[in-house]
C-alpha cells in the first residue's frame, strides 16, 4: 500500500549476524556485544535522521542562481528558455520580482494538448491514435496564461524535510525559496532534495 | 519476575578473533611482562623495591590482547593504576586492622573514583586490593607504592605497547590519548 504522505519511517532492520559478519572483518578484539552494538547503533542512526531531516534547512540545499521567467513572457520564450537551460519548469515573477506562478512541462502539455491532459505519454498514445494531435494553439500566450498559481512555495529557514513533503504531497517537483515579501531568493527542486539525501560514500 | 528474568541474558558471545591477532597478543604480552619482570628479579630482586605486580598480568590482556578497547588506552592505564594505587594505600593506611573492610573499601572506591574520572580500567582493582593484601615489602613502601611498581611499571609497559601494537598493519595503539 503506498504512503500517502512522505512521513513513512523506514525501519532499521539490522540483525545480529550483520553485526556478527562485520565483526569478523575487523581484526582487532571489539570490546562490545551484539546486543549493544544493535541498540547504539539503533540509536545513533535514529539521532542521525533527527538531525538530517530537521536541522538541514532548504537554505542550505536551494540553487540561488534561478532560471525564471516574467508574467508577460511570451510562452514560445519560455519554452526555448527551458530548452536552454534544460530545467523542467520555472517561476513566474511579477513586475516587483514576487512569485506569482509556475510554469512547468506538464503547463505546457495540458494547454497544448486539451482539458485533463497532464502526462506526456497521454499526448503521445493520442497523436499515435490518430486523433487530434497538440491541437490547441497556444502560440499567441503569455506565462500567465498557462502557469500554475497561485505557486506552491518554501522558504530559506523550511527544513529540507518539510520541503520534500510538500513536493511529495503536492506532487509537484519545484519549490521556489522566498522572502517574507514573497521575492524569489531560490529554488529547490526533487533532485536538489535527491541529491542532499544520498549517502555519501564511505571514506 | 522482572528481577531474575534480568538474569537470562539477551545476546550472545562476540565472534573469536584471528590468529594474527592472537598471535600478536603473545608477542607484546610476552615483551611487556618480560621486561618489568627483568627488572624486578635482575635489578631490584635484593632490594627494597619491585617492579612487578599480579595486576600487570590484568593489564597485559588488555594493552597487548584488546587493543581497541577503551578500558585498554594509555589514560585508562595509567590514570586506573595511580588512582587506584593510592587509594588501596590510604585505605590500607586507615583501616589495616580490618583487612575486610579495607579490601572492600579500596576496591569499590577506585572503581568509583575510575568511573567518575574516565579512567576505568579493570586491573586497577587489582591494584587498590594489593596495597591492603601485600607482601609486608609493599605495606612498607607506604606511598611510594604509588610510583614504584605501580606507576613506573605501567610506565614500561606502556612504552612496549607503543613500540609493539603498531608493527603490524592490521593494528595500531593507542585509540586516543586524553
Redesign the interface.
Known sequence: MKPDSANVCIPVEIS?DDI?EA??AI??????????FKELYQAAFAHAVQRLTETVTVGDVMITNVVSADLHTPLKDVARLMAQKRVSGVPIVDEDGRVVGVVSETDFLSHMAGEGVRSFMEVIASCLTGSQCLAVPIEAMTAEGVMSSPAIVSSAHDSVFAAANTMFEKKINRLPVVGADRRMVGIVSRSDVLRYSLPKAVS | MKYFSKMKG??????K??A??ILWSWIGSFLGIALVAYINYEFLGDSDFLMIIGSFGASAVLIY???????AQPRNLIGGHVLSAIIGVVFYQILSTEPWLASSLAVSTSIAVMHATKTLHPPGGATALIAIIGSDKIHSLGFLYVLVPVASGALVMLVVALLVNNIPS??RYPEFWI
Open positions: 545480529e556478527v565483526m569478523k581484526p582487532g578484539y571489539l570490546d562490545i556485544t551484539t546486543g549493544d | 539477551t545476546t550472545h558471545s562476540p565472534p578473533v584471528g594474527t591477532e590482547g584488546a587493543i581497541r578497547s577503551p578500558l592490521t593494528r
